[in-house]
């Protein structure tokens, strides 16, 4: 299947999936977001993948969402429609049958750090920062971030990050634990890819109850 957003490519017995919208410094669409649950489905089954690796290339991870797309929103109901396409794309992440790593470079913001949560581990390189900018603009983080980060990194650090929307550097979500891995810059999708070939490893149903 070919895709208008995202890259996909073999990596031993792992699916690497890029998000591939450098015009917009990989603004997650709606298109973006069908094309992901797509990919991500069609990796599930395959008894030839292991692991799934999301990246968004070597410069940024993700800018947030398209806001051509969020400006449309005009109506409650459209509201509920729009954030349930972010609800179903993030619960297909988490909820795959795979290991699925996110691998972090430069900026990883708003939507960006709606999705990468998702994922079950987050490789972070040294130029990645990260921030929730919703309250900037007097709107809400509403695909799942409110709850996912109070979780990863505790009540205090997530509503420091919600309330000032100052980036966090790498340094700092590597010792509140929003990234599990810190590499230098440009090694975050080699970094994810060290990892994956030791849980090629083990058995897959282990990995995935």
């Known amino acids: 299947m070919t895709y208008e957003t995202l890259r996909v490519d073999r990596y031993g017995l792992a699916c690497v999936i890029t998000l591939h919208r450098p015009d917009k410094r990989n603004a997650i669409s709606v298109l973006t977001m069908y094309e992901l649950i797509a990919a991500l489905k069609s990796a599930e089954p395959a008894q030839h993948t292991r692991e799934v690796i999301i990246t968004g290339g070597p410069e940024f991870f993700a800018s947030g969402a398209d806001l051509n797309g969020a400006l449309k929103v005009k109506t409650a109901s459209q509201g509920t429609e729009y954030f349930k396409r972010w609800h179903r794309l993030n619960s297909t992440v988490e909820e795959i049958d795979k290991p699925v790593i996110a691998a972090i470079?430069?900026?990883?913001?708003?939507?960006?750090?709606?999705?990468?949560?998702?994922?079950?581990?987050?490789?972070?390189?040294?130029?990645?920062?990260?921030?929730?900018?919703?309250?900037?603009?007097?709107?809400?983080?509403?695909?799942?971030?409110?709850?996912?980060?109070?979780?990863?990194?505790?009540?205090?650090?997530?509503?420091?990050?919600?309330?000032?929307?100052?980036?966090?550097?790498?340094a700092q979500a590597y010792r509140i634990g929003l990234i599990n891995r810190l590499k230098p810059k440009d090694g975050a999708l080699d970094g994810a890819k060290a990892m994956i070939s030791v849980y090629a490893q083990r058995p897959p149903s282990a990995l995935r109850w």
């Open 105 to 170: 470079e430069g900026f990883c913001i708003t939507g960006g750090l709606e999705l990468a949560p998702t994922c079950d581990l987050q490789v972070g390189a040294e130029s990645s920062s990260y921030a929730i900018t919703s309250s900037r603009i007097g709107t809400v983080a509403g695909a799942g971030s409110t709850q996912r980060l109070l979780r990863i990194v505790g009540t205090a650090q997530a509503l420091d990050m919600l309330f000032a929307v100052d980036p966090v550097d790498s």
